[in-house]
């Protein structure tokens, strides 16, 4: 049995390295302890970047360690002033609180190393012409700003922020995993959170307890949820797919905003359709949950010589379900399965001409094709055979509007990969301080349903550990 913690904080993603540093930051004597189930910034290696060949690292080296997936993405920092992207933390801290959190969060990022550069500030001509072409489609351009890392680059940025918590004297465990949570009791038969439990039986006791998981822990977080009553609400699936286009077809939103945010309600459907992920001349990769199901995803970098010839993003249709639909994270599971089924635990690609002819691609088909696939072994396949209708032509209807701002992004030799999934948890139910129902648990970022980025799961952690220490 350990001395009790002050504060235990589960999962080393970017809401919980701001819990540890805003709280030891205000309150030094605080004695944090950090859990994490990957490995330590400088020990984390995903294999495939050498060999080609998924490894199946269990727990997985892309979206687990220090940073989570943070430090293995593409490392996009989103800079946007009225909450609109990333996430709902405004709903919680009001938009004047958020924009100082935002200005203060932004300027660490700079201080631990990131590129001072902002894409999206200059030639507001230019931008302006983007967004008259894109109202002409009935798209949306979010006005965001976007300062970037770099796949190559984000894990130099995140060892400065573990080593700084390292200074600190926060306590970080890695390759450890907890299995359950410690609830009791009080003297008014309140429940609450008193610690955790490892893999190992281990008990480690903490006056507060923060789920920091990340996508990538949403079964366990809900697993909890559903153990101890945690309240919850249904919350929001993103699915789609990942569209690869020669890099000359985005040039001119590269150079301008690296990332354009877009949102899209389609013509049959109404339901909404928005640009993720953005990768000007990257690599489209693949991801593991759960140390088997493969999903899409993106990187892109800073290094010239690491650049490709192609831009790959996401097209998500975002799906709000109601009662008695509880589940989405089984029912976004459940299609990934199903591409899974058919590429044998690959990710599936298929040209867009084909997917409108009603045929699957075949390997001679993509052999021959314009644009070469980045992700050299994506199983050539037929989309229509996994996604449901209504989504297929959802992400469909959204690439023939994208089509009027960039041409020919939606020619027939376009890749478009599936399936794109982001796993979020039945969003928790916290008040304005981020406790659950449980007294003394607090749930942040991703994984529980309130943020989806970087920036905004950084700024909620900030946000905790003001508030733990009494310096909100």
């Not at 660490?108 to 931008?127: I, M, N, P, R, W």
């Not at 298929?350 to 072994?377: A, C, E, H, S």
Request: hydrophobic share 35%; proline share 2%.
């Amino acid at each position: 049995m350990n001395a009790e913690y002050d504060l235990i904080i589960i999962g080393a993603g970017p809401s919980g390295i701001f819990t540890a540093y805003e709280t030891k930051l205000n309150a030094p004597n605080t004695r944090v302890l950090m859990i994490e189930k990957g490995y330590a910034i400088e020990n984390r290696r995903c294999p495939k970047r050498l060999t080609g060949k998924c490894a199946n690292c269990n727990p997985c080296n892309i979206t687990t360690g220090f940073s989570g997936s943070g430090s293995f993405s593409d490392g996009k920092l989103t800079i946007n002033d009225h909450g609109e992207v990333g996430g709902e933390l405004a709903q919680y801290i009001g938009l004047d609180q958020y924009r100082k959190i935002l200005r203060y969060t932004d300027d660490l990022y700079v201080k631990f190393g990131t590129d001072q550069h902002l894409y999206g500030t200059e030639d507001e001509e230019a931008l302006e012409d983007i967004r008259r072409k894109a109202f002409q489609a009935n798209l949306k351009l979010i006005d965001s700003r976007v300062r970037h890392m770099g796949t190559d680059k984000a894990p130099e940025i995140y060892l400065h922020f573990q080593k700084e918590l390292e200074r600190m004297g926060v306590e970080m465990w890695f390759n450890t995993v907890v299995s359950d949570l410690i609830i009791e009791n009080d003297t008014q038969n309140n429940k609450v959170a008193t610690g955790v439990i490892l893999q190992d039986g281990q008990r480690v006791k903490g006056k507060k307890i923060v789920a920091g998981i990340g996508r990538e822990g949403s079964d366990w977080l809900n697993l909890m949820c559903k153990k101890y009553g945690i309240a919850t609400r249904v919350g929001q699936i993103d699915i789609g797919c990942r569209v690869e286009t020669d890099a000359a077809i985005t040039a001119h939103i590269d150079s301008l905003l690296y990332e354009a945010k877009l949102v899209y309600y389609t013509k049959t459907f109404e339901d909404k359709v928005r640009t993720f992920c953005w990768n000007p001349r990257g690599e489209v990769t693949e991801e593991k949950y759960e140390g088997k199901l493969a999903v899409v995803n993106g990187h892109s970098y800073k290094s010239e010589s690491l650049k490709t010839a192609n831009t790959n993003f996401a097209l998500l249709v975002s799906k709000h379900f109601t009662e008695p639909f509880n589940t989405p994270i089984e029912y976004g599971r459940y299609i990934a399965e199903l591409g899974n089924m058919l590429s044998g635990y690959k990710v599936l690609v298929q040209r867009y001409g084909d997917l409108k002819r009603g045929r699957r691609t075949t390997t001679d088909r993509l052999r021959k094709n314009n644009i070469q696939p980045t992700l050299k072994d994506a199983v050539a396949g037929d989309l229509s055979l996994v996604l449901p209708y209504r989504l297929l032509l959802d992400v469909m209807e959204m690439l023939e509007a994208l089509n009027h701002i960039m041409p020919g992004l939606a020619g027939d030799g376009t890749l478009l990969y599936g399936v794109e999934v982001k796993f979020y948890s039945n969003q928790l139910v916290v008040d304005k301080n981020f406790q659950t129902n449980i007294n003394n648990l607090y749930a942040l970022g991703d994984g529980a349903g309130l943020t989806r980025g970087l920036m905004q799961a950084s700024m909620n952690g900030v946000c905790m550990g003001r508030i733990l220490t009494g310096a909100w």
